[in-house]
Nanobody, 119 residues
Framework: QLQASGGGLVQAGGSLRLSCVAS????????MGWYRQAPGKQRDLVAT???????NYADSVKGRFTISRDNAKRTVYLQMNSLKPEDTAVYYC???????????????WGQGTLVTVSS
């Protein structure tokens, strides 16, 4: 349902762009977002964006990361600049999707993409 891509290895100070595309039966996509989970830690919010474009960021990424979405392509992006070693984690996309007009929206998760930032 959600396919994430774009992770990789980058040096501190570098940039990466993550993408996540939703597929399958979709009537409406509400909030989309990115979360991350570092080794041995819980999964934390990175950023979210509503269907109207309102964004929310974790304090640790404000000013460095930008979330955006293309509703026609059913895709959410995360542009990550000025990356730091502490940004190293598996990044997961999330979307609140209503599959039919009479269905209750549900949360879906992508498979995760690894971002490694070397010092």
């Amino acid at each position: 349902q959600l396919q994430a891509s774009g992770g990789g290895l980058v040096q501190a100070g570098g940039s990466l762009r993550l993408s996540c595309v939703a597929s399958g039966r979709i009537f409406r996509i509400n909030v989309m977002g990115w979360y991350r989970q570092a080794p041995g830690k819980q999964r934390d919010l990175v950023a979210t964006i509503t269907d109207s474009g309102t964004t929310n960021y974790a304090d640790s990424v404000k000013g460095r990361f930008t979330i955006s979405r293309d509703n026609a392509k059913r895709t959410v992006y995360l542009q990550m600049n000025s990356l730091k070693p502490e940004d190293t984690a598996v990044y997961y996309c999330n979307a609140n999707i209503q599959q039919r007009s009479f269905y209750t929206p549900q949360n879906f998760w992508g498979q995760g993409t690894l971002v490694t930032v070397s010092s």
